[in-house]
């Protein structure tokens, strides 16, 4: 079982509503990521982290932003959400000791009406 | 065009039966290769890791095979359980960075029923 955790399971909210999805890791680990996800479709990476102070936007256009002050902590915030934002959102997390296998956390179900 | 292609999209299988999931990339430079099984509501969890010089790994009931000249993988799974159902989702990382690209295949929905 992996040792990171996300929080809320699930988040309804209403358009324009600013949110932030929390994400912890006890593990360790230095890289930090955050993929968003809709059905049948590929995980796309939208935040990465190296490391503390580290942070770098991933392949798909997000208007969300994240921060890395703790290395076990990795937030994503959304200033305005908006319906186009429903998707399913995971954080991971990798370490060279774990040949950089993906840990992931259980996910956010985000649904913005 | 995606970079990892798997199949089928879904299938459905009898407990007890085994069946075989297909993983085809383009990814280059290749680093190495995943599987990793993601149950409903919940994030993937890594199965197996195949580099470029393996051609077989087994875990338990899932064997994984590799063929880098065609660039081919696939997962096996034997006497398959009802806990099987989910989605299986082939990941493979190149080498053009420190961190590896990662690309992420759609996944193949496998459904075991008793």
Known sequence: ?113 | KNQVEQSPQSLIILEGKNCTLQCNYTVSPFSNLRWYKQDTGRGPVSLTIMTFSENTKSNRRYTATLDADTKQSSLHITASQLSDSASYICVVSDRGSTLGRLYFGRGTQLTVWP
């Open chain 1, 1 to 113: 079982e992996a040792d990171i955790y996300q929080t809320p399971r699930y988040l309804v909210i209403g358009t324009g509503k600013k949110i932030t999805l929390e994400c912890s890791q006890t593990m360790g680990h230095d890289k930090m990521y955050w993929y968003q996800q809709d059905p049948g479709m590929e995980l796309h990476l939208i935040h990465y982290s190296y490391g503390v102070n580290s942070t770098e936007k991933g392949d798909l256009s997000s208007e969300s932003t994240v921060s890395r002050i703790r290395t076990e902590h990795f937030p994503l915030t959304l200033e305005s959400a908006r319906p186009s934002h429903t998707s399913q959102y995971l954080c991971a997390s990798s370490d060279v000791a774990s040949n950089e296998k993906l840990f992931f956390g259980s996910g956010t179900q985000l649904s913005v009406l």
